[in-house]
Nanobody, 125 residues
Framework: QVQLVESGGGLVQAGGSLRLSCAASGRTAGSYSMGWFRQAPGKEREFVAVISWPGGSTYYAGSVKGRFTVSRDNAKNTVWLQMNSLKPEDTAVYYC??????????????????WGQGSQVTVSS
């Protein structure tokens, strides 16, 4: 079992920045690819970014590429999502998730085995 605890959400004006953190605990917590998803009201949960394990490759949704950066510290079992140039359409509940070993980089929510509780990000115009 892997437990994921997120922090760092909040309210920010358009153009501002926030950094989300996700701390993982449990057996072999550092051996997972770590992804971020978000879900806006009335919409499905969508992929935002992922950082793979062990290579550390990163992939982003087109809507956030160039504005968001995902990183991890394996020694601390922590992953971050740095969000810059935020837009009102980025408003959503953000979830971190852990994906066990797979041949391909996990880009679908169905690829993930564990989920955090979610953190609200609200961007005002």
């Amino acid at each position: 079992q892997v437990q994921l605890v997120e922090s760092g959400g909040g309210l920010v004006q358009a153009g501002g920045s926030l950094r989300l953190s996700c701390a993982a605990s449990g057996r072999t917590a550092g051996s997972y690819s770590m992804g971020w998803f978000r879900q806006a009201p009335g919409k499905e949960r969508e992929f935002v970014a992922v950082i793979s394990w062990p290579g550390g490759s990163t992939y982003y949704a087109g809507s956030v590429k160039g504005r968001f950066t995902v990183s991890r510290d394996n020694a601390k079992n922590t992953v971050w999502l740095q969000m810059n140039s935020l837009k009102p359409e980025d408003t959503a509940v953000y979830y971190c998730a852990a994906s066990g070993p797979r041949i391909r980089v996990p880009l679908s929510r169905n690829d993930y085995d564990y989920w955090g509780q979610g953190s609200q990000v609200t961007v005002s115009s």
